[in-house]
């Protein structure tokens, strides 16, 4: 896993002040590292143009046309002049070795936007965010310097944002980049180095990216072992029986050595698989998965569930039950989508949201429930599930639109639990559940992908 980070401006002065290392050095090495990604792609003698703004992250892509100037047919276009100091030393540069100013937009092979980086705190300016919807109409390569304009501080759209087929993020990759509403801006993220390595540059982080490289699958490596080796799992079956038939398909699918669908008078069980048991007792089992479909069918049981001793994957209907306030002291996994976690940060006592509020502030939301319940591990879903544990927070940034689809939920969840009943803990659990999903769902056609298709993919992961 990477760590990542809210801003950059103190590992960038710590290079100032500890390393001796100057701005203008950081900044060529920024520019070089976007000028590689050019050469990689685009062939020399082909249009460039070039948007730089008025501060630092155009000083970058001044210094970037600088470079390429010679290789390339440079266009530079400046919508609102070089203002910053280091803006104004890289433009003299750049025109110093025959470089000119263009004054208006021109189509190119690559397009660069170098407008603004991170930090964005208002609303783009109407004569900005024309020329971005200009920018992102070109057909040429797109590349972003830092993060593409029009992505604020939280990773939210500010309003229109530059469509970047690949971002050169510089010295640290920045959570903004890793928000839901970022992924459709973002494309490739490559992580430039400012002349100094990642591990001197860098400091302490409660974030992270996720990579595939983290993934632990269940592989089952001891001989001498037999199915209650690998844990008895139990779902509950409520009102939409499909959802817990999915979930225990999912679990026995990912290594459980025994799933068992626990009925109530009200909701009984009568088709599923044959591999799967069924039980009339919350007891008895290594963990417990329940929530989804279940409607009010183990209304009168959660008292005595609350009470079990074992840890617990909870989804869905329950977020909207005053009676999660009993699990989230206990050993549990939470798994809502943003409508479901706002039912629960309102019960919870943590706030009144909309989901739409939820959405624009995912990273500190998912953070502040953490710090009030430490021991609970949540997996916020969305295009990149957040996992929050105990104040620190891990991305999954593998999740694919072919997940889309209703059951998809209920698959992790059962996925997760199936993990629990082996033993692992709650957010190892999470975590290696968490990827095994998304990467299993990467699927095309994305329209085609359904959960019982996801299932078998899972058993088809190489890492």
Do not use: W
């Amino acid at each position: 896993m990477r760590r990542v980070f809210r801003d950059v401006y103190a590992l960038d002065k710590k290079c100032y002040e500890k390393y001796n290392l100057t701005e203008d050095i950081l900044m060529e090495h920024a520019a070089y590292e976007m000028a590689l990604e050019i050469y990689k792609r685009i062939e020399k003698g082909s249009r460039v143009t070039i948007v730089a703004g008025p501060g630092n992250n155009g000083a970058d892509g001044i210094t970037l046309a600088r470079i390429l100037l010679g290789d390339y047919k440079v266009n530079l276009f400046l919508p609102l002049n070089a203002k910053s100091q280091m803006a104004k030393l890289q433009l003299e540069r750049f025109l110093r070795i025959g470089g000119k100013v263009s004054k208006k937009l021109k189509e190119a092979d690559a397009v660069v936007d170098a407008i603004f980086g991170s930090g964005l705190k208002r609303d783009l300016s109407d004569e900005i965010v024309k020329t971005i919807e200009k920018m992102n109409e070109m057909n040429g390569f797109k590349l972003a310097c830092d993060i593409p304009t029009g992505i604020d501080e939280k990773g939210n759209i500010r309003p229109v944002a530059f469509k970047a087929d690949l971002t050169v993020t510089m010295g640290a990759e920045k959570l903004s980049l890793y928000s839901d509403s970022a992924k459709d801006y973002v494309g490739e993220i490559k992580l430039a180095n400012l002349g100094i390595s990642f591990s001197n540059y860098v400091e302490k982080s409660d974030f992270f990216i996720l990579e595939k490289g983290d993934l632990k699958l269940p592989v089952r490596a001891k001989q001498n072992s037999h199915k209650r080796s690998y844990g008895h799992l139990g779902i509950l079956c409520g009102e939409k029986k499909g959802a817990a038939v999915l979930a225990s398909q999912a679990a026995f699918n990912f290594g459980c050595g025994l799933v068992s669908l626990v009925e109530s008078e009200k909701c009984k069980v009568e088709n599923y698989p044959y591999e799967i048991m069924k039980s009339g007792s919350v007891e008895g089992f290594s963990a417990l998965a329940f929530g989804m479909g279940m409607g009010e069918c183990f209304d009168d049981k959660l008292a005595e569930i609350a009470k079990l001793d074992i840890p617990m994957v909870i989804d869905a209907d329950m977020f909207y039950k005053k009676e999660i306030l009993k699990f989230l002291e206990k050993k549990v996994v939470l798994t809502p989508h943003p409508k479901e976690f706002s039912s629960l940060l309102k019960i919870s006592g943590v706030g009144e949201y909309s989901t739409k509020e939820i959405q624009e502030n995912r990273f500190d939301l998912a953070l502040e429930f953490s710090k009030k319940y430490p021991q609970v591990v949540l997996l916020l879903k969305g295009a990149n599930k957040i996992i929050a544990h105990n104040k620190k927070f891990y991305i999954d940034p593998y999740g694919s639109v072919a997940l889309a689809k209703g059951g998809s939920g209920d698959v992790l969840a059962g996925m997760i639990g199936s993990l629990l009943a082996q033993g692992e803990d709650l957010l190892s659990a999470t975590i290696n559940a968490s990827l095994a999903h998304s990467i299993a769902g990467n699927y095309e056609p994305n329209y085609a992908l359904t959960p019982t298709k996801l299932i078998k993919r899972v058993e088809k992961i190489r890492i």
